[in-house]
């Protein structure tokens, strides 16, 4: 006896509501019609789930790229520029700032002269300045400044004249084999300087021979004929003079030495003695025709 089989309505409402649930797979429904239905895939695990988050994601790593080598050149300290160092005296501020090996028989050093006042014995409004008061040691030996085969790129001037405000500088050169331990300066006037060649920033040191400011003193004390700035070729004070064979004897007070006419405080001309009160807050000086001016 055949069993009775599902409706064709049956099985239409079985295939439906699988489909529904995604659950159609191939499976033999009695009365025989062929269905497909889906296996689901098992659902993740609480724990499953928490491995993931907590897994971070795979990431790769580059490795940091090399720093490029500098192709900039370092500086060689025993040729770099330093700042140097200066002695101020009366009527010249002095520098040194390098001292540099030009070949391996010559040295030189760069040096600045500059022009405060005019010393004694000027050559009018001027001053020599040369190589002269320039001197190294090297080792024993005392070396004056001489050229060599080798030449500076700027040379100080060997010798010429300079007005007041006005710098001479450049290289000087030396003869030497050996390194220099100590750079001289010392002028006709009595001022000296000496610098340490290794420690040219240091702040030389100085000294005045007595004879020179003895010299100066009583130089100071009495003035010739010509034009002299007040507190820097003479000093304020009183002084007296008289005519000389022959000539009226001629001073002026000035404001300035610009030679103007409108610049004169006072003045006048004689043919006897003279006495003139210079004072501080006069800008110069002038005479001619006159004694040495002493000072009273």
Known sequence: MKSPGMTP???????????????????????????????????????????????????????????????????????????????VFKHFKVAVSQVDRLSSTQV??????????????????????????????????????????????????KTDTYAVGDCASGWIPFRSRSDIGEVTYENGVGDKAVWDADRLAQQPSTSRSDQASSRESTEAATIGEGTFIVNDDIRPGRYKARASDGSSCYWARLKDDTGEADSIIANNITEGSAVVTISKSDGAFETNGCTPWVRQ
Request: hydrophobic letters at 35%; one cysteine or more; glycine letters at 6%.
């Open 9 to 87: 309505r049956q099985r239409r409402w079985v295939v439906a509501r699988l489909a529904g649930f995604g659950l159609l797979t191939t499976i033999s429904l009695t009365g025989c019609v062929a269905a497909s239905v889906e296996t689901p895939e098992a659902a993740p695990s609480p724990s499953s789930k928490r491995a993931q988050q907590q897994t971070p994601a795979s990431t790769t790593v580059s490795p940091p790229a090399s720093p490029k080598p500098s192709t900039k050149k370092k500086a060689d300290p025993r040729r770099a520029a330093s700042p140097g160092s200066s002695a």
């Open 108 to 157: 030189a050093v760069l040096a600045t002269v500059c022009v405060r006042s005019l010393p004694p014995n000027p050559q009018g409004d001027r001053t020599r300045i040369s190589w002269d008061p320039w001197s190294v040691r090297a080792g024993d030996s005392t070396l004056d400044a001489q050229l060599g085969a080798a030449t500076p790129r700027k040379l100080f001037p």
